[in-house]
């Protein structure tokens, strides 16, 4: 008998959105192979993502990903112990593609179906071992947690007493963050996709003056985003001239970041005190941004975790991940597993 447990590897889907991605997953902590296909230069004359072009452009993608993430396996089958995709939420003929590719394979190949919910999956993003990191150096996040995911469609801040164990705590009652981002970036005239391009123009700008109204909504750890957006509206209507390079809409785009940072770390804050979080956690897309992460690292009581930039943007290394950690607790799926484009982290959330 081996001293060593068995590898479990997964090979991960993930087409919830604009990104046709693949990934192989050991032990859900291992990444052997991470593949994205992003389709953002099609959706950037849009101006956001347009639905059909998406799904059309996943069926393209999905094999020459999936033949790429497989490359170090050599292609052979026997090592891979599990297949797993993203459900939900999501576009609906998007996440078709993954889910039906992963059926087809665990079917072809006789093995587990894992699918799970595209958020859980972006919290899992904390479980992988960072590049240049030994996973003998590696520490798990510890429990109990909160964690913040902030993505394009969602805001959501939970408290994770151990695997799967989730406490919805608050979530954004109109726009999320990353939403905000976007739309606000577009009145700016800052193109698409928004966030990233507000972080670049706000970076070293000193707001000098220009102050964006936060909503506190009392003691709620629910937020809301979509004053900011109409107050970045207003303010740009009153400096018509303003374009994309003026040195106002800079400031404004410093002081639009920095009410969403506020807000969003000052509750994070609050949660992880009152519900003596071990660790506070970052993830979904706008976790990627610097700020955030600054602000949250100086004002939290206890350590944080967020993962890299690639990984905190839709990928399928987190999708691996979390299937790892729920399939552990017998999670499992059948061949009649269909699309939640409306799937909830909290069933009753
Ligand atoms: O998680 P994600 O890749 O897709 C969804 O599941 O929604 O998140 C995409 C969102 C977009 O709204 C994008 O503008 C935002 O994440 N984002 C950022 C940054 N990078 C990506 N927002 C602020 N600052 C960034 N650096
Ligand atoms: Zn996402």
Redesign the pocket.
């Known amino acids: 008998m081996s001293d060593h447990p068995p590898r479990f590897t997964i090979l991960a889907l993930e087409t919830?959105?604009?990104?046709t991605a693949a990934a192989v997953i050991r032990d859900g902590r291992t990444i052997v192979s991470n593949e994205v296909a992003s389709q953002m230069h099609l959706h950037e004359r849009y101006g956001g993502v347009v639905p059909e072009v998406a799904s059309r452009e996943h069926i393209l993608s999905m094999a020459p990903v999936i033949e790429a993430a497989l490359a170090p396996l050599e292609d052979s089958w026997d090592a891979v112990s599990a297949v797993a995709c993203t459900y939900g939420p999501?576009l609906a003929g998007a996440l078709l593609t993954g889910v039906n590719v992963a059926k087809g394979l665990a079917w072809a190949h006789d093995l587990p179906l894992v699918a799970v919910n595209?958020?859980e999956a972006?919290v899992y993003a904390n479980w992988l071992v960072a590049a240049g990191t030994s996973p003998a150096d590696h520490v798990d996040p510890p429990f109990p947690l909160v964690c913040l995911i902030?993505?394009?469609?969602?805001t959501v801040l939970v408290l994770l007493r151990g695997h799967g164990d989730y406490q919805l705590l608050g979530q954004t009652r109109d726009d999320?963050?990353?939403?905000a981002?976007?739309k606000a970036?577009r009145i700016m005239g800052l193109g698409?996709?928004?966030?990233?391009r507000?972080?670049r123009l706000a970076r070293g700008v000193d707001a000098a003056g220009v102050r964006v109204p936060r909503a506190w909504l009392g003691d709620s750890y629910d937020f809301s985003f979509s004053g900011v957006k109409t107050h970045v509206l207003h303010a740009m209507a009153e400096h018509a001239s303003a374009g994309a390079d003026d040195p106002y809409t800079a400031r404004l785009a410093a002081a639009f970041?920095e009410a969403v940072v506020d807000v969003l770390v000052s509750k994070t804050v609050r949660a992880a005190e009152e519900y003596g979080a071990r660790c506070v956690l970052l993830a979904?897309?706008?976790?990627?941004?610097?700020?955030?992460r600054d602000a949250l690292i100086e004002r939290s009581p206890v350590p944080v975790h967020y993962p890299p930039?690639r990984l905190?943007?839709?990928n399928a290394a987190m999708v691996g991940a979390a299937a790892y950690f729920r399939y552990r607790q017998g999670l499992q799926h059948d061949w009649s597993l269909s699309v939640k484009p409306n799937l909830k982290l909290i069933p009753s959330g």
């Open positions: 919830s959105c604009d990104e999501g595209h958020l972006h902030v993505s394009g469609g969602h999320a963050a990353g939403e981002f976007d970036a698409y996709p928004g966030g990233p507000m972080e970041q979904g897309g706008v976790a990627a941004n610097g700020a955030l930039i905190c943007t839709d």
